[in-house]
């Protein structure tokens, strides 16, 4: 099995007192959700709410739809250990992570790679109750990374 991406020795630090007991770390991805991702002023309020546009796809109470969003200047950690998929926060100290959403792996059927938005690549979780929601990264490598971490992934 390829190494996975060397965020998972950069961060791992933060993810590890999170973890459940026995639980394996397997990779980390710092990302960005598209719900929420924008610039600043009017420009960054527009090209939030355009970008926010299919970011979720799901009702109220789904699990896209509690994926965390609209997050404060920091790094944002797609964690995958061998039973769960966690999204941690840490502020930009980096001293420590907070656990802001988790699911179990089963829950996530299929991390879908997508067309990339400018400089960003986007990939789309899809989850066991027919919601999804999308992720912007800055590197394509931790989109297969992750993908490989989870045991799924296509490419549209």
């Given at each position: 099995?390829?190494?996975?991406?060397?965020q998972l020795k950069k961060f791992g630090h933060l993810a590890i007192p999170l973890l459940e007991p026995g639980a394996q770390l397997l990779d980390i991805a710092v990302v960005q959700p598209l719900r929420g991702a924008g610039g600043v002023g009017v420009t960054g309020v527009v090209g939030s709410a355009i970008a926010s546009v299919g970011a979720v796809k799901g009702g109220k109470g789904s699990i896209a739809d509690s994926f965390p969003h609209d997050l404060p200047l920091g790094t944002?950690?797609?964690t995958v250990t061998d039973r769960r998929v966690l999204f941690l926060y840490s502020d930009p100290a980096r001293k420590s992570a907070q656990l802001l959403w988790q699911?179990?792996?089963?829950?996530?059927l299929d991390l879908e790679r997508r067309p990339r938005l400018q400089v960003m690549a986007k990939f789309r979780l899809h989850?066991?109750?027919?919601s999804s929601v999308s992720v912007l990264t800055?590197?394509?490598?931790?989109?297969?990374?992750?993908a490989r971490a989870l045991g799924r992934g296509?490419?549209?």
């Open positions: 099995m390829p190494m996975p991406e060397p944002n950690m797609l699911a179990p792996r089963s829950a996530v989850f066991q109750d027919g800055m590197r394509r490598r931790s989109i297969d990374s992750v296509r490419q549209t």
